[in-house]
């Protein structure tokens, strides 16, 4: 940790940031128009790199209305064969830079019926169906307790803010429970009606493992998912990635305008 953070510090001037944004699938932009500072994760000593389409791979520093942001452009899926604790590395590496609150974002299904494509969608909660847990091993006191408390993850002022944030900028918001699968495959219907009866409103395969470590060494959270698809709810429609990219792209300008808006707000 520290020859990743001394790296980091070295190459960004000691930036010092007190927000972090993982952004998902199709969602990168943002990190494409503020850019401070941008280091490619092949570069920084212990990160893995990215290898999924739609996914950049960088670490991006920036200054956004004041606030000294530091975002992830691009993240590493336990499904392309990564460990848990490599997947989740960089969220401790923020809390090691300083970061205070931390945005996850990302591309999902929608399994509630009454979520479209485009629509975003608050976490307020989450199921992990991953199969595994990231904090599994022997665990690091300095960073937080063995059995983390969960009972709220996804901060609830941040919700609150960020529903205001929205309302502000008239964006219709949804809020659900995040459901996480390991992926690669999407999901068949009969999962999905699972999905739908425990409880999931979209279903991903990201996030959770981030959010379980950044609960447990003390971040505030906040989930947004981008709603890219239909979750395959009825028998012979199809899904692929490129739907989903497309689906996010339609998002973004207000996914950014509600991140800009969240930033300024916090
Ligand atoms: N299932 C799982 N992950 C996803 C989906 C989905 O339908 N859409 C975007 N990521």
């Known amino acids: 940790m520290k020859k990743t953070v001394d790296f980091i510090k070295e190459k960004t ?3 010092q940031p007190e927000i972090g944004i993982i952004l998902g699938s199709g969602l990168g932009e943002l990190a494409d128009e503020y850019c401070d500072y941008a280091i490619p994760y092949t570069e920084i ?7 999924v389409q739609g ?42 830079l300083g970061v205070k609150t931390l945005i996850l974002t990302n591309a999902a299904g929608a399994v509630n019926e009454s979520f479209k494509p485009a629509d975003l969608m608050i976490i307020k909660d989450h199921i992990n169906f991953m199969g595994t847990n990231p904090l599994i091993g022997k665990n690091d006191d300095t960073l937080g307790e063995r ?16 529903k205001k944030c929205a309302k502000d900028l008239c964006i219709d918001i949804k809020e659900g429970v995040y459901w996480a699968n390991s992926g690669p495959s999407y999901e068949t219907p009969a999962e999905i009606n699972m999905i739908r009866i425990l409880g999931g409103d979209a279903v991903g395969m990201s996030t959770v493992p981030e959010a379980i470590v950044g609960n447990y060494c003390g971040l505030n959270i906040l989930g947004i998912s981008c709603i890219t698809n239909a979750a395959s709810c009825t028998e012979g429609s199809k899904l692929s990635h490129e739907e989903v990219i497309e689906a996010a792209a339609k ?10 808006k969240l930033i300024q707000s916090l």
């Open 251 to 260: 998002a973004k300008t207000k996914f950014k305008a509600l991140i800009i």
């Open 13 to 15: 001037n000691n930036f």
């Open 45 to 51: 000593p212990n990160f893995v790199k990215s290898t």
């Open 147 to 162: 059995f983390p408390d969960m009972s709220e993850i996804y901060k609830k002022n941040l919700i609150e803010l960020s």
């Open 55 to 96: 996914h950049k791979g960088r670490l991006v520093f920036a200054d956004i209305s004041g606030k000294k942001i530091v975002m992830m452009q691009g993240r590493n899926h336990f499904y392309e064969g990564h460990t848990m604790e490599e997947i989740t590395y960089p969220v401790k590496v923020m809390k090691t």
